[in-house]
C-alpha cells in the first residue's frame, strides 16, 4: 500500500491538537509502501529554509548537499531522495520545526515526540533505526520511555556508544552522527564514521542481524 507522509502525518496532527506548531511542521513530503522500509535514520530537526529540507524539490537543498555525498561513499547509489526511499532507507527528523537558538530545548523534543512515534508505526518491517546525534537520541529515548521501556542510549559520547549494540524492541539501534550542516563534509573523522555505521547498517540487514558485537563490528568493515 502506498502511503503519502505528508497527508498521514497531516491527519495524524489534526487528530492530535494536543500537539503544538503542528501547522508550523516541516513533515517528508514523500509517498511510499511503509513494508519496504528497512533503515530510519532520524536527524536532528528541520532547516530554517523549507527549501533546503530532505524532501525539497530543490535540487540543490542544503540537506541533500550533504546526504548524498555521504551515502554515496558508502556504497548507496543515490542521487535524489527518490532513489533512497527506493533502497529501503526512510530519514525523518527529531522534531520537526526549525530550531531558535543553538539547541533544542527537551520541552521541545517531548511535545513533538509523538510525531516521531506515529513515524515509527508505521514501519513495521523496520529493522535498523539510525540516530543521527544527540536529539536524535534523546527522542528516541523519551518514546522508549513513554512506552514503559528503558532508555534505548544510555549518556556518554557517541564515539564510545558506538561499539555497543542497543534496540528498541527488536529493532536494532545505532547512535551516529548528525549527517547534515555546512560543515560535516569538512570534518572528515565523523564523515568516516558515518560512513562505517552505514555499512555496518546495510551489513547487518545482509546478513539477516549478525551479532557477537556484530561479529567485530563485521571484521573491521572488512579491513
Known amino acids: 500500500m502506498i502511503l503519502s507522509m505528508k497527508e498521514h502525518l497531516k491527519a495524524f496532527l489534526a487528530a492530535h491538537p494536543e500537539i503544538p506548531d503542528g501547522d508550523r511542521m516541516q513533515l517528508p513530503d514523500i509517498s511510499l509502501d511503509p513494508d519496504s522500509i528497512r533503515i530510519m535514520m532520524i536527524s536532528e530537526t528541520v532547516p530554517a529554509d523549507p527549501e533546503d529540507y530532505f524532501y525539497s524539490p530543490n535540487p540543490e537543498a542544503d540537506f541533500m548537499r550533504t546526504t548524498v555525498p555521504i551515502m554515496n561513499s558508502a556504497g548507496i547509489r543515490v542521487k535524489t531522495m527518490g532513489d533512497i526511499i527506493h533502497q529501503g532507507i526512510y530519514i525523518t527528523t527529531a522534531t520537526k520545526t526549525p530550531k531558535d537558538g543553538y539547541t533544542i530545548p527537551s520541552d521541545v ?39 514503559g521501556q528503558k532508555s534505548v542510549i544510555p549518556s556518554g559520547s557517541t564515539y564510545k556508544l558506538r561499539n555497543n549494540e542497543y534496540y528498541y524492541g527488536k529493532i536494532r539501534v545505532l547512535p551516529s552522527y548528525i549527517i547534515t550542516g555546512g560543515n560535516i563534509l569538512i570534518e572528515k573523522s565523523k564523515v568516516q564514521m558515518i560512513q562505517e555505521d552505514l555499512l555496518l547498517a546495510q551489513k547487518i540487514l545482509s546478513a539477516d542481524g549478525i551479532s557477537s558485537s556484530d561479529r567485530e563490528r563485521v571484521s573491521q568493515l572488512d579491513e
Open 109 to 147: 523534543i517531548r511535545a513533538q515526540s509523538p510525531v516521531l512515534e506515529e513515524e515509527l508505526r508505521l514501519f513495521e518491517h523496520l529493522k535498523i533505526i539510525m540516530l543521527m546525534g544527540d536529539v536524535a537520541k534523546k527522542a528516541l529515548n523519551l518514546i522508549a520511555r513513554t512506552q
